[in-house]
């Protein structure tokens, strides 16, 4: 079993949406009994409070569901527990480093990397383009999951 972690800074949109729809591709591709998804925060801001209302209706129109779903914050403890931790920009991936004092195994990854960019996810509470972090995080874990699934 995989186990891969998505991080943003406050856990309540691009984080969360990566997780739900890297649930939802591994399960279309009846695959989910291979991965553990979860996400968590780089800071303490959002700290158990939902995913943001724009991000819940944004993936209830598209069948997901992220009711339960509260903001946590990743512990350096995360780095030996997860086998992929993924950030969503360059900021996350300087905090995540802080947090758990390296990426000695190179664990950490931006997610667009997967899609072969080079570039962050925007984050949506500044942008308010909620429809641009769909798919660049569609985007991202459907490159994600063709690198982890072994070829038919």
């Known amino acids: 079993m995989r186990r891969i972690l998505f991080v943003c800074l406050g856990n309540i949109c691009r984080s969360p949406m990566a997780e739900f729809v890297m649930k939802q591709l591994a399960a279309q591709a009846g695959a989910s009994d291979q ?9 303490a801001e ?3 409070n939902g995913v943001y209302p724009p991000v819940r ?4 129109r598209h069948g ?3 009711a339960g779903k509260t903001a946590r914050q990743m512990t350096r403890s995360d780095y030996a527990y997860y086998d992929l931790l993924i950030g969503m920009d360059r900021e ?3 905090q995540m480093h802080r947090i758990c004092g390296g990426d000695p195994a190179q664990k950490m990854h931006l997610l667009l990397a997967y899609a072969g960019r080079a570039d962050g996810i925007s984050d949506p509470w500044y942008t308010r383009d909620f429809e641009q972090t769909w798919r660049d ?3 991202g874990c ?3 999951l063709r690198q982890l699934l072994p070829a038919d």
Not at 35 to 43: H, N
Request: proline share 4%; no cysteine.
């Open 35 to 43: 991965f553990e998804i979860a996400s968590a925060a780089t800071s």
């Open 46 to 48: 959002e700290l158990g």
């Open 57 to 60: 209706r944004l993936l209830l």
């Open 64 to 66: 997901i569901d992220p």
């Open 92 to 94: 996350n991936l300087r």
């Open 137 to 139: 995080v569609q985007e």
């Open 142 to 144: 459907r490159g994600l």
